[in-house]
């Protein structure tokens, strides 16, 4: 059985890791590579980071930053925003990413999935998707993809989307709940679950975990393949290591790090 992964997330702006409630009120954490780090020598089997300000402000990822981390990491690493084109691709992944999140981009302009693919492979491309609750028509899955940071709303549904990404070559999709996001509350398991049965890659639940039986259910009732965990352990409220012996406890097969 395949065992199931823990990524810290660190959000960045403006090379700081900063943490909020549904994309708003961000308090400053810390200096990413160091937490990174810090992380990676604590269990963690990914890692992911976000410039989460660079799509909104149209302009290109900072490199360096991911350089720093990947280097300083001992885990493979995930990073998204501000990535535009596929030549931005190339960049993190040469900068020493093992995958490259896309997410306004590909909602612009669905194609950029298919090259990266194509160049990369398809298990350097994730689809970063930011679905809220929606009562339109246009969204029978009840869950409606938005974008630029909840900026902009789209009109398209949830799960279409999902499957039409990986139709065109994702080969990981990352569903970050905005209603749970930075919550604490849980994962939104309806929406993870709706997204993990429709398609055949890797689903990661994000958004909302607080504890670690949290993460139990993103496992065991969505049928999650990872979660992605960061207000919980930066705030030391848990450890990577913590979740993993709960997780362990509860049947659910980890790589074990303690």
């Known amino acids: 059985m395949l065992t199931k992964r823990i990524i810290p997330c660190l959000d960045v702006i403006k090379g700081r890791v900063t943490k909020g409630v549904k994309f708003q009120n961000n308090i400053d954490l810390g200096d990413p590579v160091e937490m990174a780090l810090r992380y990676s020598d604590g269990g963690a089997d990914e890692l992911v980071v976000y410039d989460i300000t660079a799509s909104a402000e149209r302009r290109p990822i900072d490199i360096g930053m991911v350089a720093a981390g990947a280097k300083a990491m001992r885990v493979p690493l995930a990073v998204g925003g501000g990535v535009s084109c596929v030549e931005d691709m190339s960049r993190v992944l040469l900068a020493g990413a093992e995958k490259v999140s896309v997410n306004s981009l590909a909602v612009r302009r669905p194609e950029v999935i298919r090259e990266g693919a194509k160049a990369f492979g398809a298990q350097c491309i994730v ?26 709303r789209t009109g398209m549904d949830a799960v279409e989307w999902a499957k039409r990404a990986v139709e065109l070559g994702a080969g990981e999709i990352v569903v970050n709940s905005v209603d749970a996001d930075g919550t604490r509350q849980g994962f939104e398991l309806k929406l993870t679950q709706l997204i993990a049965d429709a398609v055949g890659v890797p689903v990661v639940a994000s958004g909302g975990a607080g504890n670690a039986q949290h993460i139990a259910d993103a496992f065991t009732i969505a049928h999650a393949d990872a979660a992605i965990v960061a207000g919980m352990i930066h705030t030391g409220d848990w450890t990577i290591a913590q979740i993993k012996e709960h997780l362990a406890a509860a049947n659910v097969p980890v790589r074990k790090t303690w």
Do not use: N, W
């Open 127 to 152: 689809l970063g998707m930011d679905p809220v609750k929606a009562d339109d028509p246009r969204c029978p899955s009840g869950y409606e993809i938005t974008t630029r940071g909840f900026r902009e």
